[in-house]
Each structure stands twice: as C-alpha cells, then as structure tokens.
C-alpha cells in the first residue's frame, strides 16, 4: 500500500470519526463551566449525555435479540429454524408491551421490600410533557432527574426481552408456539419484575447490601431458573435419550448462525454491562465505564479459552459448540462485578466460568435433561458463580450474596413450575410427536426455512 494511500485512509478515517462525534454529542464542543453563555448550562449537559448512553446502550442491548435469534436458529435442527425465528421477536414485543404495560411499575415505582405499583402504564414526568407544551420554566425539574425518564424506561425494557429469551432456546424444537408466549408475558409481566424490584428497584436485597452489577443473577439466572423448570415440566426431545443411556447426537444445524449469534451477543454485552453504569456526565463514569466494557472483553476471551481447553477431556474433541458456549459463560459471571480495576480478576473469573459451563451441559446430559442451546449451564450456572464471585473480587459480601442467589432461585423456580404446570394443563405445552418428527416450521407455520431441501421426517427406533 503506498504512503499517498495510507495518508488518505487515515485521513478518511479521521473526517469520519469527527463526524460521528460531533453528531453524536454535539454538546461537548459547546459546554462551559456552567455559567451559560454559547453553551449548555454542565446540568443540562449531563442530562443529555446520561440519556443519550441510555437510548445507545439500550439500542445495543436490543441488537443481542437478533444474536439469540441467531444463535438457537443455527442450533436447532433445520426443521425448526422458522420457528425459532417467529419465537424470538416475539418474545421482544411481548416483553416490551409487559413491560410498558405492568412489569417496570412492579419494578420501580412505589417499590416497597418485596414488590412495586400495580398501577397500569407508564409514561413521561409532568414536568417533561410541559417541557415539550413549551413550558421553559420546568427545564431544571427535567434536568434534575438526570435523565429522561422515557430513556431509563427504553434500558430497563431490553434487559427483560434478554431474561425471556434465555428460556426460548433452552425448550426448543418441543413446545407449542402460543404456550411458550403465554409463559413469556407472565414472566415479563410480573416475575422478572418482581425479582427486579428486590434489588434494582431499592427493594430487600439491596437493603442487603446485595450486589449484581448488571444481572449475573437479576437477569441471567432469572431466566436459567425459568428455563430449568419448563424443561423439566415439557421433558426432553423424542429419541435424545435412548432406553441403553446413550445420547442422540444433534449437533447444530447451521455453525455459522449459532457464531454469528454469539458475536452478536458479545458485542451487545457491551451496552448490557456499560450502560449499567447507568450514567455519563463526568469523567469518573467515562472511567468507570471504560473498565466494565474492557473487563466485559476480557472475560468472554477468557471463557472462549478455557472452554476449549477442557473440551477434549470432556467430550473427547475440540469443542466448537463448548467454545462457543464458552463465551457466553465467560459474559456471564462477569456480569455480576464488571466494575473490578484489577483486570486480571476478570481473566480468572471468565475463565472458571468456561469451565464450569463445559462441566455442566455433560452434566445435565448425564441426568437426562434436554437443554438444546446449553441456556441452563451458561446462564444459570454461571449466574450463580459470577454472583458469587463478586464477593471475591468485588467487595460483596459472600453470605449476602448466597441468600439473593437462593432466593431469586426459590421464586423464579417454584413461581416458573407452576406457571409452566397451568399452562400445560389448560393448553397444553408440547407439540405432538408427528410435529416434532416433520418439524414446528412445517407442522404450526406452514413454511420451509430452506425450502430447496428435501424434507426427510426422523426416523425413530424402537429404544429411542
């Protein structure tokens, strides 16, 4: 490459780098001390970068539904793709009609130990609608809630669509469409709601001293609880745990999706564990938020490596699947404390995660439970070891700690098995075997993903 090249590469690279800044917080060029003139008052500048980080984050937050979609597409068989793909943007406008209708009421407002408002809908402040009617003089009652209430409404929704779709790929390929939606507004309605309010919402764990960053345990473990317990009330796959004790293989159907999907995952991880932080007007969050998103990285590496180390042992082979997995294992347990300033904490946490993730999908192999994606093993497990950790390394205290893990696990499991034990005798939760032989994309929906296939039924012996 000549220098001429290099040169305007570089210069081209600049030019567009000074755009998207000035675009993004044209603020800052701007603002002053605080004593008005040209720019904005510091106020109301930290007011508008503390609401832009929150639509940002929250928008990438939102990009990691596309790497679930990802990710237990390519898991699944080919015959049930489709299926997959209708249940997770479900899953998005169920969680985000829930949310606005019921669930962040029970979370935020009015919270007292254990629960929130039951009041329906939520909206703008009063002084932000007068704002908006023209209304100057409730500019510093706008600005001194920090941030746009919508704004925090928007974060705090996408989280919930994440904890709903932790359950999706763990009960694929079995469980009847509306059922699962059915579960789907009931756990994003009230339960995660509920289990926030404890903690994010000022509720009895943070009374506590509980501590769980960004939701190793709120958000992760919530939705593995809620998953264990529909895999147990739905049982496993037909033919997946042969009558001998062997396991029928199902490899994924497509590795470039289930990749792409946990690429996607990791880079909204970024906007899932920074904008958690939950501020950036000063330098003090620009930092700190600088040392969650390189910890955040540095973990899921870490998991990647380690996972791949034990994989051979386990499973007699490099690993693809454990690797990836391993990944998200290592995003996890540091969800929990990524705050840490000691770097190499993260490296060791994201690491143990890998492991135990990789010893936990042959674990539940072992006692018969049929987890397709490996949901349970990266976010339950891990949930419960990143939580645990930050009393390691991040100054919580291990016996709190214990009691949140222990009793989110207690509501969300029981709560999730007689929800999921409803529904299954009111409506039934799974398919009928000739639809889970054919395929639910062929079976409920009536289309073919890859329709230049031939479409060959499995065959079933008789021991499976």
């Known amino acids: 490459m000549t220098s001429i090249r290099k040169r305007g590469l570089k210069a081209a690279s600049t030019a567009l780098l000074a755009a998207v800044f000035l675009v993004a917080v044209p603020a800052v060029a701007l603002a002053d001390e605080g004593q008005g003139g040209a720019g904005l008052p510091r ?11 929150f639509l940002i984050w929250g928008a990438l937050v939102m990009w990691m539904c596309a790497g679930f979609t990802m990710l237990e597409s390519g898991a699944v068989r080919t015959k049930n793709a489709s299926m ?28 007292g130990s254990v629960i929130g408002s039951f009041q329906f809908m939520y909206g703008p402040s009063d002084a932000e609608i007068a704002l908006l009617d023209g209304a100057a003089d409730s500019l510093a009652d706008v600005v001194g809630n920090g941030y746009s209430v919508m704004s925090d409404w928007f974060f705090q929704m996408v989280f919930v669509a994440t904890a709903a779709s932790i359950v999706s790929g763990a009960i694929a390929e079995r469980i009847k469409m509306w059922a699962f939606f059915a579960f789907t507004l009931v756990l994003t309605a009230f339960i995660y709601p509920i289990v926030g309010s404890w903690y994010w919402g000022g509720g009895w764990l943070a009374e506590e001293g509980f501590v769980d960053f960004a939701g190793s345990t709120i958000v992760h473990s919530t939705g593995g609880w809620a998953a264990l317990a529909g895999v147990l009330i739905i049982g496993p796959r037909l033919g997946k745990f042969r009558r001998d004790g062997s396991v029928k293989a199902t490899p994924p159907s497509n590795v470039l999706l289930v990749t792409l999907g946990v690429l996607i995952l990791w880079l909204g991880w970024f906007g899932f564990n920074g904008g958690s932080q939950l501020a950036l007007g ?20 870490a998991g990647v490596v380690a996972a791949l180390a034990v994989s051979r042992p386990i499973f007699g082979r490099m690993d693809l699947f454990a690797g990836l997995n391993g990944a998200l294992a290592g995003l996890v347990s540091i969800t929990a404390a990524p705050d840490l300033t000691e770097h190499w904490w993260s490296v060791i946490i994201g690491a143990i995660g890998g492991v135990i993730c990789t010893l936990a999908i042959r674990g539940l192999e072992k006692i018969k439970i049929d987890d397709v994606v490996g949901a349970i093993p990266a976010h339950l497990v891990c949930g419960i070891w990143g939580t645990l950790a930050a009393s390691i390394a991040g100054g919580a205290r291990f016996h709190v700690q214990l009691i949140g893990i222990l009793a989110v696990g207690a509501f969300t499991f029981v709560t999730s098995l007689i929800v999921w034990k409803l529904l299954d005798m009111a409506m039934g939760l799974r398919v009928s075997a000739e639809a889970e032989r054919l395929g639910q994309e062929t079976a409920e929906l009536g289309i073919e993903t890859y329709p230049e296939f031939v479409l060959m039924p499995e065959e079933f012996g008789d021991d499976d």
């Open 282 to 301: 000063s330098a003090a969050d620009a930092v700190a938020m600088s040392n969650v998103l390189v910890n955040t990285n540095l973990a899921a590496a």
């Open 43 to 53: 106020e109301e500048l930290q007011f508008v970068l503390n609401t832009f980080a």
């Open 84 to 111: 997959i793909c209708l249940k997770n943007i479900g899953i998005y406008s169920i969680a985000g009609l829930a949310y606005f209708f019921i669930g962040y009421n029970l979370m935020y407002v009015d919270v």
